[in-house]
């Protein structure tokens, strides 16, 4: 087996791709671990491509693997956490725009967009005028749950021009990601589309803007958390214990930016039967409660699982917007006010 010492010479002889300098000293290599079972490499490549990444670790393993007594070689790489961009961007108000609030969850299928757009239409009937932002390239659903599926149009200072629906206005990146587009843009490109998107809107004036964010609390949604002067943000989960455990991520994400979480809110917390009217407990519902209070965030309602609403959604009919009588409407509106208090609460200086 060769020592750490001798591997190490034998790396200095690769370069680093496009270099002439080569990894070592461009301090790529932070450890060398030799054991009987192999050798194992550990790489940090704080801003390397992950093909450059990739091509390097190709060739550790080669060079490593042509070395007297050919050991097995084990590649660990160490990214790098991003740098915290809380303490160098700074954080810009959009014109025009009183509050904005993010809807996070820590996974897709929760129902962040559903809750998203309700309660957007929810704080609209309690007399706000607001908007709301589709921030989720992956899967942008706003467009298609409130019909505004055309494409935005520009202002002649080539500022984006939001679409209204059921007197709310919206914006998504579904109208500038053609169908055939690949989604295949990742972290930084999506930051920076995101991050001049949200600025570049025309809304007019809003009370108040919520951006739907992607599912989960990665880079991308930490830097729109980041960008915005947010004023809260809003935390949607499910019953399940293994959601539940979502909910600290999110707060986490929050906290580390430094916004306020304004609530979590429970959906599909109970079944609401479309046909008898009639409430079914189908998990052990309120979990989303006593998490909120051990987490010491605030609890801002359940909403339940129940046919129209996703009907609604899937025929761009809102149920808040087109079924307001309905029991689900008026949980919205309460999670709204509740929304609506933490956010005036919040804007009232201390003292
Ligand atoms: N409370 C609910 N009752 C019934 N269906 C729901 C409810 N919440 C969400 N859905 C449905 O679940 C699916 C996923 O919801 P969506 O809002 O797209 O989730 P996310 O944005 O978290 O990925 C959609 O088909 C939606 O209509
Ligand atoms: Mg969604």
Not at 326 to 347: K, Q, W
């Amino acid at each position: 087996m060769p020592s750490p010492q001798e591997i190490l010479n034998e790396l200095k002889k690769i370069k680093y791709p496009g270099y002439s300098r080569d990894i070592v000293s461009f301090g790529m290599i932070k450890d060398i671990e030799v054991a009987s079972a192999g050798v194992t490499v550990i790489l940090t490549a704080p801003a390397a491509k992950p093909e450059v990444i990739d091509e390097i670790a190709e060739e550790i393993r080669r060079t490593v693997a042509a070395m007297p007594g050919a050991p097995a070689v084990r590649m660990q790489i160490d990214q790098a956490p991003p740098p915290r961009v809380a303490q160098s961007l700074p954080r810009k108000p959009i014109p025009g725009v009183k509050h904005v609030i993010a809807v996070a969850s820590g996974k897709g299928g929760v129902g962040k967009s559903t809750v998203a757009v309700n309660l957007t239409l929810a704080m609209r009937a309690l007399g706000w005028s607001v908007g709301l932002m589709d921030a989720d390239v992956y899967g942008p659903s706003v467009a298609m749950m409130v019909g505004a599926d055309g494409r935005a149009g520009l202002t002649s200072e080539r500022r984006i021009l939001p679409l209204e629906r059921f007197g709310v206005r919206y914006i998504s990146m579904a109208m500038f990601i053609g169908d055939d587009t690949p989604i295949i843009w990742r972290g930084p490109m999506i930051t920076k589309l995101e991050s001049e998107f949200l600025f570049n809107v025309e809304w007019g004036e809003l009370d108040c803007l919520i951006i739907d964010l992607p599912p989960g609390t990665g880079d991308a949604q930490l830097t729109i958390t980041q960008r915005a002067a947010l004023d809260g943000g809003v935390i949607v989960t499910t019953p399940q214990e293994i959601a539940l455990l979502d909910v600290k991520r999110g707060v986490a994400m929050f906290n580390e930016v430094e916004v306020p979480v304004l609530g979590v809110i429970e959906n599909m917390s109970y079944h609401l039967c479309g046909k008898c009217g009639h409430r079914h407990e189908i998990f052990a519902h309120g979990g989303g409660q006593r998490f909120a209070k051990e987490l010491g965030v605030p609890f801002l309602g359940e909403l339940p699982i129940t046919r129209e609403l996703r009907e609604g959604g899937d025929h761009a009919q809102p149920i808040v917007a087109a079924h307001p009588e309905h029991p689900v409407s008026g949980a919205f509106r309460s999670v709204a006010a509740n929304v609506i208090a933490h956010l005036t609460r919040v804007e009232r200086p201390a003292g």
